[in-house]
């Protein structure tokens, strides 16, 4: 790693703090010239009620999800999964970009240590895998070692999830563990018990922070 390229990901406690705050600002992050993750992913999820943004896309990538539980409209991205604002490397419709573009914060996969380098998540992987996190606290570092649990936890029971979303996609499982890693603070008996109390905490904070997902768009 000596030769290669880092960045900073800047201090972990307060970075933490930031994921975890329900107002779900826009995410900060030293993108410099990288656009890697508009490249990734299958579709881009918009609210219905995101008027600017819809306004800024052509139609004809755009779809309606006929689900009123969730009520979004998908940004379609091209079977190699570029988005279609995507013009010379940068966001065609930065200013009014989607709020899911705007939360979206790549450190998450670094703090979860979920570096996938494989097919589309490539480039994406390559920029995770140069961040770096600064410890202030001996906290901040227990803390990122229960955001390890907690993935480690997810993979554990994925039946347990499924109905939440579960995917084995990086970017899901880094944001859930990230959310329940309160769960993996401290010493605690690994026994069935335990375990299926974890994964009923564990759903009650996804689901918590599903309707927050669901309210802020
Ligand atoms: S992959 Fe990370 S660094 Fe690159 S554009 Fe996305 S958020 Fe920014
Ligand atoms: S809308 Fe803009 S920021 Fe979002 S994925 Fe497309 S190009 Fe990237």
Request: charged fraction near 30%.
């Amino acid at each position: 790693m000596a030769d290669e390229l880092l960045y900073d990901a800047g201090d972990f406690g307060p970075w933490l703090r930031s994921k975890l705050d329900s107002s779900m600002p826009d995410a900060v992050v030293a993108c410099g010239d990288c656009s890697a993750c508009c490249s990734t992913f299958d579709a881009i999820p918009i609210g219905r009620d995101e008027h600017a943004t819809l306004a800024a896309i052509p139609s004809e990538f755009l779809q309606r999800v006929e689900d009123q539980a969730t009520g979004k409209v998908l940004l379609l991205t091209s079977e190699t999964h570029v988005c279609p604002m995507l013009h010379d490397g940068a966001c065609s419709i930065y200013n009014v970009r989607p709020k899911a573009c705007r939360i979206f914060d790549c450190r998450t996969m670094a703090a979860a240590d979920l570096v996938d380098k494989e097919g589309r998540h490539a480039a994406m992987g390559e920029r995770v895998d140069e961040w770096v996190f600064s410890y202030e606290t001996d906290e901040d570092r227990a803390r990122q070692l229960a955001v390890l649990d907690a993935v480690e936890f997810i993979y554990r029971h994925p039946t347990a999830f499924r109905s939440r979303g579960f995917s084995y996609e990086p970017s899901w499982t880094a944001t859930q563990a990230i959310r329940i890693h309160e769960l993996f603070l401290g010493n605690r008996e690994k026994n069935q018990e335990t375990e299926i109390l974890l994964i009923s905490e564990s759903v009650a904070i996804m689901r918590r922070w599903a309707d927050i997902e669901h309210r802020v768009d």
